[in-house]
């Protein structure tokens, strides 16, 4: 198949370039870098800088010949942030994605997989949540996810465009070529990875007073090497249905203080925290029933043990200091 993947400068986008180059597909990568990397960028792959708003560089890039599938990972993923630039998550990840979409049925593309987020569900009202909960987000990171959900089903309905939505819970971990950063850093793992590495003094816990065993925020964490085999069996999917919306995650959940303790033991480094208030928009406990995916694909966490994740996040972090 000829893929685009959106966002394949991106620590998902990246990792799943990867995987499709491996499975023998054509893989074109679209990302304006403003959050992603070039030594993220597959070699072997097609690369275009361009942003997914950007309608006239859209059609060059869809003219250059006809795609089987797009892959959509390119978007803001912050929610603090969200919560203080709304406009910027609205206009990014939904507006843009809209023009995407709108240049994927011009172009007679059959196929769509979307990065979604469990932020779409918001305060759950039970756990572990499933795909039929209520949709509430409690930030405008999740609502901007939400709309293109929303966009994705008329454009199915309507279109017969065919989809599959990724809720993912918290990505985390390493492959040897692919790790978590970002510019600035707001993810619980390379944060505590970074006071253990001394690039920062300590790692702050927002929020102690949560419903939860320690009254800190409690999460689902997933890694990489999982999450790309969902995306690769979300797509041969498509192959024979019309959609398709799944969790992923682990269905564990562990609190940022479990996190904590296992990068101690993992690093063997003090790691001194510092603790603060909430943030708004966090709910206190997010983690998935992964029964859909696993019942459709035959999908199946096989490197998502918390210790696994930290040790592997670990290990290419510190490679890159010795680098």
Not at 175 to 203: C, D, F, K, M, N
Request: charge should be neutral; glycine fraction near 8%; include cysteine.
């Amino acid at each position: 198949m000829k893929i685009l993947v959106t966002g394949g400068a991106g620590y998902i986008g990246g990792a799943v370039a990867e995987h499709l180059l491996l499975r023998q597909h054509t893989v074109t990568v679209l990302d304006n870098l403003s959050k992603g990397s070039r030594r993220n960028v597959p070699s072997n792959s097609e690369f275009f800088q361009a942003d997914t708003g950007d309608e006239a560089a859209l059609e060059r890039i869809f003219g250059s010949g006809r795609f089987d599938a797009v892959m959509h990972f390119a978007g803001f993923i912050e929610a603090g942030e969200s919560m203080e630039k709304p406009e910027i998550y609205f206009g990014n990840n939904a507006a843009k994605t809209l023009v995407l979409l709108r240049a994927v049925v011009r172009h007679g593309v059959p196929h769509f997989v979307f990065s979604s987020t469990a932020a779409v569900y918001g305060e759950p009202k039970r756990i572990p949540i499933e795909e039929d909960d209520p949709l509430e987000p409690q930030n405008a990171y999740g609502e901007s996810k939400l709309m293109v959900e929303r966009m994705l089903a008329w454009f199915h309905r309507v279109h017969g465009l065919r989809y599959a939505s990724l809720r993912y819970f918290n990505a985390a971990g390493a492959t040897a070529l692919h790790g978590e950063a970002h510019a600035p850093e707001t993810h619980l793992i390379p944060l505590v990875l970074q006071a253990a590495l001394g690039q920062r003094e300590s790692i702050a816990i927002y929020g102690t007073d949560y419903p939860t065993k320690d009254g800190t925020c409690i999460r689902d964490y997933i890694h990489i090497e999982d999450l790309v085999t969902a995306h690769v069996l979300a797509l041969d999917y498509l192959a024979q249905h019309g959609r398709l919306i799944c969790n992923v995650g682990s269905a564990t959940g562990f609190s940022v203080r479990e996190v904590i303790e296992t990068a101690r033991k993992v690093t063997g480094m003090e790691i001194p925290v510092v603790e603060t208030s909430r943030r708004s928009g966090d709910p206190a406990v997010l983690v998935a029933s992964c029964d859909t995916i696993k019942r459709v694909l035959g999908w199946t966490p096989r490197f998502s043990g918390i210790e696994n994740i930290v040790r592997s996040a670990w290990q290419w972090h510190s490679s890159r200091l010795r680098c």
